[in-house]
């Protein structure tokens, strides 16, 4: 068995021609005055034994003492200035430093110095990386973004101008078409409207520059008044609203009314348009959970498979898009439904099962 493996100090041992810390300007000339000290002591053991001059070589070794430590100097000065020259420039790329003029005179870094940048361009890396990768991901979502918005503008903008061109033709005198094409003009005006009223909500909701209205108030008043108010939109849909049970006491909560309010509004429409066509019913139901009140709105339609509920909050996304379109809408009620919910510092889920139905599950604080 070998000494290496006998004695561990020897594991520990670096010698210039083992594995060095070659990033350490200081190991580096301490290593090269080693050097120069143990080849004049070489010379003088040498010039000793051949000429018996003992004084010579008494001298010889001095001078190789003051030799080595001037070289340890002038090679750790040299080495310091020439790599802190070189990753200099490396820093002000990745770090953006400026660097002073009394910070010129003296080493800003540590020893270790090519090991620190290395680690610091390896960091800067991941970070270029990953932010290349948000950069394709955020390319990718405004095209999508793009292409949807002018599919949804293109529709209503198109029956528009074939209504007016009808209207122009010869249609304006006609009693049989000229009041129907004028509503149906006024319904594609009312529906560009509209998804420019959602996208100014959804760009304020995500500048931040809607501000919350935090009042207390019953929750389950609110959502009755607003199945009230969308009561007959629901039969023109054959869709039955009700609560899971009968909440004969307030839930109070603290929230922006107006904001749950268009939150209701929206779950609800949605439950309605994707709810059975024949006999659809959309539930509203409350929990209580300690802080907060979990409140679901549940429909009995189709239901989605599990890929389409991680981009059911996408803007204009549609998981069936000629029905939906049927049935109106801007494609944007749950993207602001999301940030609603997020200005608020709560959560939202949606659970579904194909066949089955969906479940629009999200919390508010307690009062």
């Not at 561990?8 to 021609?17: D, E, G, S, T, V």
């Not at 301490?30 to 010039?47: C, E, H, Q, S, W």
């Not at 607003?226 to 007959?232: A, K, N, P």
């Not at 809408?329 to 949606?350: C, F, P, R, S, Y």
Request: aromatic share 12%.
């Amino acid at each position: 068995m070998s000494d290496i493996h006998t004695y561990p100090r020897w594991n520990n041992l670096r010698l210039p021609y083992m594995k060095t810390d070659y990033s350490n300007p200081r190991k580096l000339a301490f290593i090269n005055a080693l050097v120069i000290f143990f080849a004049t002591i070489a010379t003088g053991v040498i010039y000793t034994t051949l000429l018996k001059q003992w004084p010579v070589a008494f001298k010889l070794i001095t001078s190789g003492l003051v030799l080595a430590t001037f070289a340890y100097f002038l090679f750790h000065f040299t080495l310091d200035r020439f790599i802190y020259s070189k990753v200099r420039l490396i820093y002000k790329t990745i770090r953006t430093l400026k660097i002073s003029g009394k910070e010129k005179s003296r080493h800003p870094y540590r020893a270790d110095t090519l090991e620190h940048v290395s680690r610091e361009v390896e960091k800067w890396s991941k970070f270029k990386s990953q932010e290349i990768d948000e950069l394709r991901q955020m390319a990718e979502y405004r095209r999508e973004f793009l292409g949807n918005i002018s599919h949804e503008l293109k529709a209503p903008i198109f029956n528009i101008q074939g209504y007016i061109l009808t209207l122009l033709d010869g249609g304006l005198s006609d009693p049989s078409i000229n009041m129907d094409y004028l509503f149906r003009t006024e319904t594609s005006v009312n529906r560009l409207i509209a998804i420019v009223e959602d996208l100014e909500t959804i760009s304020r909701l995500e500048a931040g520059e809607l501000k919350l209205n935090m009042v207390k108030f019953d929750v389950v008043a609110l959502a009755r008044e607003v199945m009230d108010f969308m009561e007959i939109n629901a039969k023109k849909r054959n869709n039955n609203l009700f609560f899971n049970q009968n909440y004969e006491k307030p839930i109070p909560v603290i929230a922006d009314k107006d904001q749950i309010r268009q939150l209701f509004i929206n779950l609800i429409d949605n439950a309605m348009k994707y709810g059975d066509a024949r006999n659809g019913s959309t539930k509203i139901s409350f929990f209580d959970m300690d802080d907060h009140i979990l409140i679901e709105v549940t429909d009995n339609g189709s239901g989605m498979e599990a890929a389409e509920l991680t981009r059911i909050f996408e803007r204009f996304y549609r998981t069936d898009k000629g029905r939906s379109r049927e049935h109106g809408g801007t494609g944007l009620g749950l993207a602001i439904v999301k940030h609603i919910i997020g200005a608020h510092e709560q959560t939202i889920n949606v659970r579904s099962k194909p066949g089955v139905g969906t479940t629009f599950a999200f919390t508010l604080k307690k009062a």
